[in-house]
T-cell receptor, first 113, second 114 residues
């Protein structure tokens, strides 16, 4: 089955700096890669996703890049703000949200003033 | 607005009790729903895929007799933790997804077994 690795497990940045979280996956059949943000005690919320036919996608301060050959994808957050502090999970799926997601281990992001 | 409604949000009960958690799809009819379990400061682990009108598909290592899943309608799936014990205490989250659309999560249920 699919295996998703995520690094780093914790990340501290100063407000205004950029944050990068990286994931690798093992199954070449995976074609859908969402990123979720989870605040303490709350549900994971989708922040951005990318499909294998696209190399990069951007939404305001958030961007995701995908290298399908190397089987890795990354989340980039620019101009970080304190409210960006949360746990971020990457995931992989063969098709989309209608299929089961395999999650990475999570990254605790802390944006310090 | 919310796509998925999950209830209850918190349950505290005695060991040996069975607990039912409901997950409702609010925006569309869902033939498939997913149940995850999350330990503190850990990732989401898929427990089972709930299939409307048929048996759930359980992940390896998940006891189907312990975690009963029923998906009797296109908008409702239930997870029943039978004869719960302290080791079953966890955060249980359901999600709904369809085709190539994103998967959306419920608010989760924090289960505490005394």
């Amino acid at each position: 089955g699919e295996n998703v690795e995520q690094h780093p497990s914790t990340l501290s940045v100063q407000e205004g700096d950029s944050a990068v979280i990286k994931c690798t996956y093992s199954d070449s059949a995976s074609n859908y890669f969402p990123w979720y943000k989870q605040e303490l005690g709350k549900r994971p919320q989708l922040i951005i996703d990318i499909r294998s036919n696209v190399g990069e996608k951007k939404d305001q301060r958030i961007a995701v890049t995908l290298n399908k050959t190397a089987k890795h994808f990354s989340l980039h957050i620019t101009e970080t703000q304190p409210e960006d502090s949360a746990v971020y999970f990457c995931a992989a799926s063969p098709t989309g949200g209608g299929n089961k997601l395999t999650f990475g281990t999570g990254t605790q992001l802390k944006v310090e003033l | 607005g919310a796509v998925v409604s999950q209830h209850p949000s918190r349950v505290i009960c005695k060991s040996g009790t069975s607990v039912k958690i409901e997950c409702r799809s609010l925006d569309f009819q869902a033939t498939t729903m997913f149940w995850y379990r999350q330990f503190p400061k850990k990732s989401l682990m898929l427990m089972a895929t709930s299939n409307e009108g048929s048996k759930a598909t359980y992940e390896q290592g998940v006891e189907k007799d312990k975690f009963l899943i029923n998906h009797a309608s296109l908008t409702l799936s239930t997870l029943t933790v039978t004869s719960a014990h302290p080791e079953d205490s966890s955060f249980y989250i359901c999600s709904v997804g369809q085709g190539d659309q994103p998967q959306h999560f419920g608010d989760g249920t924090r289960l505490s077994i005394l």
